[in-house]
């Protein structure tokens, strides 16, 4: 059975087969933890989302795509780009559970087996930690359950606040 444990700290810092980044379309970085990422892995992973960038074109809200993991421990990064928070009515809900169902599919693709993910869109995207958890948890859950290739997923939480929520989540 797969495992979903909890941990507060610098995603940057895990090693599993991908960490999951909270990227913007245009895949060449930002600030919160798709700074700290690029950051921390060095300019490879910045390479890779050009190439991707050619290929593609960036990345559309609610999809993701892989690069590798550079300097970071992970082996690989998978970038998902989150909503922006627009009051609730744009059809976020969806498009927050499509990143992490998205981002799961892919790492599946690719025989990854341990992933982690930080908080998508609850920082400068804006959406509320509140509404954002459970669709996290929820999605990630569900995917788990029909899909037994991928063997644990981290919530990887910042701030005591998302630790606080996250692990009622989780326990219920
Ligand atoms: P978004 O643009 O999708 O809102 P942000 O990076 O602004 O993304 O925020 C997403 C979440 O990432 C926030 O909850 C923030 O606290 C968290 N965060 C920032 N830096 C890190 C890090 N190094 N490791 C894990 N989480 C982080």
């Known amino acids: 059975m797969s495992k979903l444990t909890l941990l507060r700290g610098d995603i940057t810092k895990l090693e599993v087969d991908a960490i999951v ?3 913007n379309s245009s895949l060449l970085g930002g600030g919160g933890v ?6 921390a892995g060095g300019p490879a992973i910045l390479q890779d989302c050009q190439a991707i960038r050619a290929r ?37 809900a969806h498009l927050l559970a499509n ?14 087996k341990t992933l982690a993910f930080p ?9 509320p930690l509140e509404e954002a ?7 990630v859950r569900e995917f788990l359950g029909g899909h037994p290739g ?12 998302e630790e606080k929520l996250y692990s009622a989540l989780l326990n219920a």
């Not at 559309?60 to 009051?87: F, S």
């Not at 990143?99 to 990854?112: D, I, K, P, T």
């Not at 958890?133 to 999605?139: F, G, K, L, Q, R």
């Open 99 to 112: 990143c992490y169902r998205n981002s799961l599919q892919l790492a599946l693709e690719q025989g990854l």
């Open 133 to 139: 958890a459970p669709i996290a948890v929820e999605t």
């Open 119 to 127: 908080c998508i869109s609850t920082g400068v995207f804006g959406y």
């Open 150 to 161: 991928i063997e644990e997923v981290v919530f990887c939480v910042f701030s005591p606040a």
């Open 21 to 23: 980044n909270a990227a």
């Open 34 to 39: 798709d700074g700290a990422i690029h950051r």
């Open 56 to 92: 593609q074109g960036g990345c559309k809200t609610g999809e993701a795509v892989i690069t590798g993991g550079g300097n970071l421990p992970a082996r690989h990064v998978i970038h998902t780009v989150g909503p922006v928070w627009r009051g609730g009515q744009f059809d976020e």
